[in-house]
Structure formats: structure tokens, C-alpha cells
């Protein structure tokens, strides 16, 4: 295993995951309509008139974003499992054409009390759209492994 192992990893420290996502209109329908197929998110005639006044990604989708940042990339953390998301908040609504970003900042770590090999992190990640407003934050806690002896 390559990556960010659980002694690299410092509190506090708030970084920008690589790259920016783009959300297409076609995108946020065709999510939709297989996973939350709910007017607003696939007809645009009844997304204008609802609180959204427009297309809105889902929840589901907004978060899959969220985990294609975590998964991409060089040097990522050595992530063994997830063990929760907490707290998660949609801040503002996603609609076709937003471009997102990801941060991630580690709130806290700890070694493992039962295996020596890993330990617990936990961390906010923030999805920000091109106005550079929050749009989705969750917190995340993960099982990373120490640097191998």
C-alpha cells in the first residue's frame, strides 16, 4: 500500500483535493432518474416552479461527487475502510453547469486501541461550487493504516 499513511496526517491541516467536477444538466436527470427520480431533479418545468426554482442535483448524487474526489489521484491517504458521515449538510443547491472543488481538513486522529497497524481519523470535507460558496460539507471518519515497519 502507497499513500498518506495515519503518521503523515496532521491536525488542522486544510488542503484542496486536485481538480474541479462540472455538473451537467444531463448529468443531474440522468442520476435522477435512476436514484431520486423526484420532479425537481428531473423535469425542468417542475424544478422552476418548485423552492429550487430550477434543476437541482440530489443529495445521493451531490455526495458520489464528493467520493469520485476521494478516490482519485496520486498519494492518497492509505484509507483501510470508512466508518461514518456525519453531519451531513447541503448548504446550497447544485444545478447544471456549477464547477465544484473539494477541501478536506483533519479534525482529529488517534492511534487504534485494539491494532497496532491503524488508526482513526476524522475529517471535513466541503464540496465549493465556482462562486467559491459551500455547497455540501460532511464529516468523515476513516481507518488508515500506519506506515508499514
Known amino acids: ?31 435522477a432518474r435512476r436514484w431520486d427520480p423526484r420532479p425537481f431533479h ?46 451531513m449538510c447541503m448548504h446550497r443547491a447544485v444545478r447544471p453547469g456549477d464547477t465544484l472543488s473539494c477541501d478536506i481538513q483533519c479534525l482529529e486522529k488517534r492511534e487504534s486501541r485494539s491494532k497496532a497497524d491503524r488508526g ?8 465549493t461550487n465556482q462562486h467559491n460558496e459551500v455547497v455540501f460539507s460532511v464529516i468523515v471518519t476513516i481507518l488508515v493504516a500506519r506506515r508499514p515497519f
Open 1 to 31: 500500500m502507497n499513500g498518506i499513511y495515519f503518521e503523515d496526517i496532521e491536525v488542522g491541516r486544510k488542503v484542496a483535493e486536485p481538480g474541479t467536477y462540472e455538473v451537467t444538466r444531463d448529468e443531474i436527470i440522468e442520476f
Open 42 to 87: 428531473i423535469d425542468e418545468d417542475a424544478a422552476a416552479a418548485s423552492i429550487f426554482g430550477g434543476l437541482a442535483a440530489c443529495s445521493a448524487h451531490i455526495f458520489s461527487i464528493l467520493s469520485w474526489f476521494a478516490s482519485r489521484g496520486q498519494g492518497r491517504t492509505a484509507t483501510l475502510a470508512a466508518l461514518g458521515f456525519d453531519q
Open 120 to 127: 482513526i481519523v476524522r475529517y471535513r470535507r466541503s464540496l
